[in-house]
């Protein structure tokens, strides 16, 4: 692990020089950071790792510092704000892990269910839950509000005169 670390740091270096000739290697650079904080993440499991709190600690550290980096790099990689709240909840920061858990959540919904079984997630899970009621609660309300919208579109509808044809006209725009 610790060869793919120094290859995806230095792939990400490379990417970050050149992100001043063209922006979309701000992407690589990202992807290259998340990787290498993955690859942090998996020395973890090793033995001489294992039980000892405070290599864990910096471990988890420098691999939440990378994840910060990619997201700083390219915000629009969600998978970088789950694995730094997933850094951040090992290390019991739930003020720093439920905001990047939240951003991963609303740019994909499937962090929802990833997070539900991520046991990574444990030192923290009654925050993780209210979480996770809070934006169920949100987008029902958001729910509510689009079926309403689209029983009054029903009911003009349903009231429709051929002869009226272009009245009706801007209430479709509104979908």
């Known amino acids: 692990m610790q060869k793919a670390k120094k290859h995806l740091l230095l792939a990400s270096r490379f990417a970050k020089a050149e ?5 979309t290697f701000a ?13 942090i993440y998996a020395q973890l499991g090793e033995k001489n790792i294992l039980g000892d709190a405070n290599k864990t600690k ?7 510092r990378l994840t ?3 997201v700083r790099l390219h915000p629009q990689l969600s998978e970088s704000f789950y694995h730094s709240a997933k850094y951040s909840a090992l290390l ?63 009911t003009e509808v349903s009231l429709w005169h051929p002869e009226e044809s272009g009245s009706l006209a801007p209430w479709f725009s509104k979908c």
């Open 19 to 23: 992100v001043t000739v063209d922006k």
């Open 27 to 39: 992407r690589f650079a990202a992807e290259a950071l998340l990787h290498a904080s993955i690859a």
């Open 58 to 64: 910096d471990l988890l550290e420098e691999a939440k």
């Open 68 to 70: 910060a980096e990619g």
């Open 92 to 154: 019991n920061e739930p003020h720093v892990s439920i905001p990047n858990l939240e951003t991963a959540i609303t740019a994909d919904r499937d962090y929802a269910v990833k997070v539900d079984i991520d046991h990574a997630f444990d030192p923290i899970r009654p925050h993780v839950l209210a979480l996770l009621s809070k934006l169920k609660d949100s987008k029902r309300m958001e729910s509510q509000d689009r079926l309403k919208q689209a029983n009054q579109l029903l």
